[in-house]
């Protein structure tokens, strides 16, 4: 009998330990080194010949390209799904990742043979999943099964188009002691599913879960493996749902998809920017505006802040769709350069809609909710902002500035704050029937405001 190989991999890196530790020396995670049992492979010569292609030998011509019939969901992908590739979906539970593909299940059978397993539902369960989402075909064929060989060779011998695995957790080979979900099991599944995406062409759908950090259960070199990794966020308490690409081999990972959840599913939200300024109050103080890029779309985003007195000796602040570190830097940078302080006051920072800023261009539209709320000064509707703030209290330069404009003339602002450096790099044509300030420091964005706010 062949003699069992321990060893012991952290489940959060993947980094492998010849012994138990309580704490992974990679990661700093604590209890996430486990023991994984793993049989030893014969070492059989192939025997084969490789020979290498001359790249200029290689042809593209029959490049395919699969409509998912979501435009959104197509612009994540880089134009469509592309023969031959592992596509992984990941998301917190409850997030519309099932959903989404038995959705998409409803265009693709109709030119598409479509192979739908899941280990976690049984038929009768997707049945009734796809009739209250009013998914019907011919061509789409459920299966539910765990057993990952005998699916990839049910997968071999039926050879449908698209394939769907939900998910690659729940997948096991019996071969292989480790439980369902442990790291050994969705690598192995995982180059299972890979190979024969590759040799036969055929374009795989992955569900991943996630930990509670957000990031995918499993393996980085799960990450590794697929082509493409793509990520559903958003507060599962509002309906608006961001479908963002991490990695394509295919396509632009700038993109992202805009979905609204519904009681029939997932519906695309072909005018962002609208939906995540709905609602938006008036003669409020606090409330700014933001033209954001993400990807090659413009988005409108609301930033709400509240500054109130403090009951405490040190102030509280706190932020939801923007990172905390960037907050206390912006405060920082205000005390410093402008003289408006808030050591005495609680500060709270939020983006509407379940969006999340990352991009630099936010701390303009932070620093000026921020003002607004302290001075207790209501910023006019129909002004937007952008810009980055560095250190000494200048507003820096952002990509895309006269798309951003564009955005902002197309829902009715009137005016626009913008750093004065991308004042030449504008077209004044396109520019007609909006406003365009350029200021290159924080006061002077302020006094900017104050001349708006008191309609001069």
Same mark, same amino acid.
């Given at each position: ?23 992974? +020396? ?21 025997? =084969? ?15 395919? =390209? ?107 080979? +019996? ?20 190979? +024969? ?34 990520? @559903? ?46 609602? =938006? ?63 005495? @006051? ?24 921020? @003002?607004? #709320?302290?001075?207790? =000064? ?14 000494? #209290? ?18 009715? @602002? ?43």
């Amino acid at each position: 009998m062949a003699k069992q190989k321990v060893s012991y991999i952290c489940s959060e890196c993947g980094h492998i330990y010849p012994k138990w530790v309580g704490r992974c +020396t990679e990661c700093g995670e604590w209890n996430t080194v486990s023991e994984q049992v793993e049989l030893p492979r014969a070492s059989v010569k192939s025997g =084969r010949t490789l020979k290498p292609k001359g790249l200029s030998d290689i042809s593209c011509d029959d490049d395919v =390209r699969y409509k998912t019939g979501s435009s959104e969901l197509d612009r994540v992908l880089g134009g469509g799904l592309v023969a031959g590739s592992l596509v992984l979906l990941s998301g917190d539970p409850g997030i519309g990742k099932s959903t989404l593909l038995l959705q998409i299940c409803n265009y693709l059978d109709k030119s598409c043979k479509v192979l739908y397993i899941s280990g976690e539902e049984s038929e009768r369960q997707i049945k009734l999943r796809a009739d209250r989402l009013r998914v019907s075909g011919e061509n789409l064929y459920l299966l539910s099964d765990t057993d990952c060989e005998a699916i990839n060779a049910a997968i071999i011998e039926e050879k449908p188009d698209v394939v769907i695995i939900d998910s690659i957790q729940t997948m096991q080979i +019996t071969e292989i002691s480790s439980a369902q979900g442990s790291i050994t099991q969705v690598r192995e599944c995982t180059s299972l599913f890979m190979q +024969t995406a590759k040799k036969y062409g055929i374009p795989f759908f992955i569900v991943g879960h996630v930990n509670k950090d957000g990031g995918i259960a499993g393996p980085k070199v799960l990450e590794h493996i697929v082509d493409t990794v793509l990520c @559903f966020e958003g507060d599962k308490q509002l309906s608006c749902r961001i479908l963002r690409a991490v990695k394509n081999r295919y396509g632009s990972t700038n993109e992202i998809g805009v979905f609204r959840m519904c009681d029939r599913g997932l519906e695309e939200v072909p005018n962002p920017s609208a939906m995540l300024l709905s609602g =938006r109050p008036g003669n409020v103080s606090g409330i700014s505006v933001l033209c954001t890029m993400e990807g090659t779309r413009p988005l409108l985003s609301e930033v709400q802040s509240l500054v109130t007195k403090t009951g405490f000796g040190t102030p509280r602040r706190a932020a939801n769709g923007f990172d905390y570190n960037r907050l206390c830097l912006i405060i920082a940078v205000l005390e410093k350069r402008t003289g408006y302080l808030f050591g005495q @006051f609680d500060v709270y920072v939020n983006v509407t809609g379940g969006m999340k800023l990352s991009e630099p261009a936010a701390d303009v539209a932070v620093a000026l909710s921020l @003002f607004s #709320g302290l001075c207790d =000064r209501v910023i006019p509707e129909d002004l937007a902002v952008f810009g980055e703030i560095g250190l000494g #209290g200048e507003i820096r330069a952002v990509s895309s500035p006269m798309e951003r404009i564009k955005e902002c003339a197309r829902l009715g @602002f009137k005016t626009c704050i913008v750093p004065k450096s991308v004042l030449s790099s504008l077209d004044k044509k396109s520019c007609e029937g909006i406003r365009v300030i350029g200021v290159s420091t924080i006061n002077q964005m302020f006094k900017a405001a104050e001349t708006l706010i008191s309609g001069e």
